[in-house]
């Protein structure tokens, strides 16, 4: 079946340090989606991706998507200790009436 | 504005209990989604809804029901509850297909089944 494979499944850094999560999908996608869920909370929306490699920007944090709408990224620059949680991507498969499929998220721990 | 609002927050049942997660939405959405999370899975898709009356199955809907009587509620329920079924339930709605606009989440049922 469809999938959307997301990398590293956890990450430890120290504050200051950049981080990256990567996410993969075995089919072209209409739009991927990045979520953050913070330690005992819901996921949050962050930003959605929908053309041929998009790149967003919010604060320190910079959105990708590949050029074949398979691949997505998301850099944080200089790690907060408020940027603990979570983050999960999300594709909308091209042609699919259906629904989003998630990655399984990568957890980031920042030490201060 | 409540958003999502999901109850109870924390349950326990045991083996072969029943019971039914209540999703509320003011955002006059018209879809409405039930996911499971559990640790290193992360958010799988249980069932979902169009529009009020309307529900449709998802990655993993063996051992649920939904129902969409009304267009702000989307409730789950468990007829037999067992142990596979512990886990973080979250509702999340959304007014426009998933390809168009985003998830708000409600803040999740923690449910135990011993």
């Known amino acids: 079946g469809q999938q959307v494979m997301q990398i590293p499944q956890y990450q430890h850094v120290q504050e200051g340090e950049d981080f990256t999560t990567y996410c993969n999908s075995s089919?072209?996608?209409?739009?991927i989606q990045w979520y953050k869920q913070r330690p005992g909370g819901h996921p949050v929306f962050l930003i959605q991706?929908?053309?041929?490699?998009e790149v967003k920007k919010q604060k320190r944090l910079t959105f990708q998507f590949g050029e074949a709408k398979k691949n997505s990224s998301l850099h944080i620059t200089a790690t907060q200790t408020t940027d603990v949680g979570t983050y999960f991507c999300?594709?909308?498969?091209?042609?699919?009436?259906?629904?989003?499929?998630f990655g399984k998220g990568t957890k980031l721990s920042v030490k201060p | 504005n409540a958003g999502v609002t999901q109850t109870p927050k924390f349950r326990v049942l045991k083996t072969g209990q029943s019971m039914t997660l209540l999703c509320a939405q003011d955002?006059?959405?018209?879809?409405m989604y039930w996911y499971r999370q559990d640790p290193g899975m992360g958010l799988r898709l249980i069932h979902y809804?169009?529009?009020?009356?309307?529900?449709a199955k998802g990655e993993v809907p063996d051992g649920y029901n939904v129902s969409r009587l009304k267009k702000q509620n989307f409730l789950l329920g468990l007829e037999s509850a067992a142990p596979s079924q512990t886990s973080v339930y979250f509702c999340?709605?959304?007014?426009?297909?998933?390809?168009?606009?985003?998830?708000?989440f409600g803040n999740g049922t923690r449910l135990t089944v011993t």
């Open positions: 999300a594709g909308l498969p091209r042609g699919s009436q259906g629904n989003l499929i």
């Open positions: 955002m006059n959405h018209e879809y």
């Open positions: 999340a709605s959304s007014y426009q297909g998933q390809g168009a606009i985003t998830l708000h």
């Open positions: 809804s169009v529009g009020e009356g309307t529900t």
């Open positions: 991706l929908v053309k041929s490699g």
């Open positions: 089919t072209t996608l209409s739009n």
